[in-house]
């Protein structure tokens, strides 16, 4: 009954190369094709009117409106997540848990909720909407409420990944900092973030990635006033839905490129700098 | 004792508390008190509307079969990544996260460039009867491409740390390869499969950007309940808005504790085969 039974090497190897081939062929299809559609539907008439879409005032505005609310957002989270992160790291009080599962939460919400919940705060007929008015405020369908969306949605990055890397390198650095005599914030700048710069580099990164290119939450709070309340994702939608495809694409273009750059980045960072980034926890992103 | 130590507890958690329940509590208890608003009575009539039903049954139903397909591939590509060495393996292993980094307004327009009936695949397609593209089929592929990084994230570790042993203990006793791998090493990878199951789930309920250009918007057909959110906003019917929004919200808690429950015991049943 215990025959040893061994296969052929050849059979096993046919099996291996089926498998690889029916891999990559899944995610050439899958995935690289609708990057490379991104591209040659960009230029299907050309280089000039590629460019004359990228040149477009409107398509200008939202390039600029999309790094505005990227360039709010992004920091505002940050310091959240650096204060958070050293909360929960370094200090047991009840209810961490509870607080880490609100952290997490803008990933599992609906990004249509994210937006959503912003228009019943301060929209026309929300708990803030009569106050606003009377005080002529502006929030939602104008830029507050964007970046109010797109800081809900984006949250979590930060936080996630200083959490479990303060978490596993312990606090015996700063103890001794303190120990011999470094005030606070010197003890911050002096050991705390250089021990988390690359972490925190990552963090960004990908926080920046979304901020950029969120769609669904903005969408609900923008309006869509054309030159004014269209980030780059916004403007690739009305484009499109104004038939205007070379237009679509060619935004869309640079919100490729800016993924391949995260991307390529993001991989550089794990390679280099994969110890000081700490194991990450899957399907974080 | 150690406690006393290290500085800033009081600022950081108190910045952090106020932050967050400024940022996320204060707007959801907003959408839970505007959804009460309507009532038991309203909420149930809301639901019982065949549009809706329609909506949340799409969004729910398409889900789960993309959370299922994704399982199928992610666990093929996962397994090719972890145990094939190949030209290339570098650049297909980054290609896995493009879903998260690429906009979901990109990966929407490109999906339906592709798949839309005059597209690149789509054309092809109609030729055998298939149509993708403003159908329930094209909801479902938007789901699979947002969720699939997810699978494949989850189980990669996991399979890099299987014990080979095990494996070559059972092709040793006269198992075929065939036999290897469902007898022995798929059991082993059961909770990590549910956990990305659970995952990829937890994108593609809530997804917008990249479903509403592939979908069509057809009411009834191939409408998302999230796009309804955003129809019912534009008649400014805010409070069946957050009732929608509401039940979306329970269904993503109920979700997220799934998933800490799977990732716990995933994590257990790892160490016990370390």
Request: proline residues 5%; charged residues 15%; aromatic residues 10%.
């Amino acid at each position: 009954m215990n025959r040893p039974r061994r296969r052929p090497h050849w059979s096993r190897r046919i099996g291996h190369v089926l498998l690889v081939l029916a891999a990559t062929a899944f995610l050439t299809i899958f995935l690289a094709l609708p990057l490379a559609v991104v591209f040659v539907e960009a230029f299907r008439q050309g280089l000039r009117a590629y460019l004359s879409a990228i040149g477009q005032h409107e398509a200008l505005m939202a390039i600029r409106l999309t790094l505005l609310v990227a360039a709010i957002s992004v920091p505002l989270n940050v310091v959240f997540g650096v204060a958070a992160a050293w909360a929960m790291a370094r200090f047991e009080f009840r209810g961490k848990a509870l607080l880490g599962a609100f952290i997490d939460l803008p990933f599992s919400v609906s990004p249509v909720i994210s937006g959503l919940v912003y228009v019943l705060l301060f929209g026309a007929q929300g708990w803030f909407g009569r106050w606003l008015e009377l005080h002529d405020v502006k929030i939602i369908f104008a830029i507050p409420g964007l970046v109010l969306a797109t800081i809900f949605i984006t949250l979590p990055f930060v936080a996630r990944e200083l959490i479990p890397l303060m978490q596993s390198q312990g606090s015996d650095e700063e103890e001794a900092a303190r120990v011999l005599g470094a005030g606070g914030w010197q003890m911050f700048f002096r050991v705390t973030l250089p021990n988390i710069r690359w972490a925190l580099l990552y963090g960004v990164l990908l926080c920046n990635a979304r901020a950029m290119g969120e769609f669904g939450a903005v969408s609900v709070v923008s309006g869509h006033i054309r030159g004014l309340t269209t980030t780059m994702p916004l403007e690739v939608e009305m484009l499109y839905n104004e038939y205007n495809y070379v237009g679509a694409f060619a935004v869309a273009t640079l919100l490729a490129l800016l993924a391949l750059a995260t991307l390529s980045i993001k991989a550089l960072l794990e390679w280099r700098y994969g110890d000081e980034i700490a194991a990450h926890a899957p399907g974080g992103h | 004792m150690r406690r006393r130590i290290l500085p800033g507890f009081g600022l950081s958690l108190g910045y952090a508390l106020t932050y967050l329940g400024l940022i996320v509590l204060l707007p959801l208890v907003a959408l839970a008190w505007k959804a009460s608003g309507i009532g038991v009575g309203g909420m149930l009539h809301l639901l019982s509307s065949p549009r809706t039903l329609a909506a949340l049954k799409l969004s729910f139903g398409g889900a789960i079969l993309a959370a299922i397909i994704n399982v199928c591939f992610g666990l093929l590509v996962a397994w090719v990544l972890v145990r094939y060495r190949f030209p290339g393996r570098r650049l297909f292993d980054a290609l896995v996260d493009l879903p998260f980094a690429l906009p979901t307004a990109v990966a929407g327009i490109a999906l339906t460039a592709l798949y839309a009936p005059n597209g690149w695949l789509g054309h092809w397609l109609k030729h055998y009867g298939i149509q993708i593209a403003y159908a329930p089929p094209g909801v479902i592929l938007a789901m699979v491409f947002v969720g699939f990084p997810f699978v494949v994230r989850t189980l990669q570790p996991v399979l890099e740390s299987l014990d080979r042993d095990v494996e070559e203990a059972a092709e040793s006793l006269g198992a075929s390869h065939a036999q290897t791998f469902f007898r022995v090493i798929l059991p082993m990878l059961v909770p990590t499969l549910l956990t990305g199951f659970a995952l990829a789930l937890a994108r593609a309920v809530g997804e917008y950007g990249s479903v509403i250009f592939i979908a069509g918007n057809i009411p009834m057909r191939s409408e998302i309940a999230p796009l309804l959110i955003v129809e019912k906003l534009e008649e400014f019917d805010y409070a069946g808005a957050a009732a929608l929004g509401t039940v979306m919200l329970i269904a993503s808690f109920a979700l997220l504790i799934l998933i800490a429950v799977l990732q716990r015991w995933s994590g257990r049943w790892a160490e016990q085969l370390q």
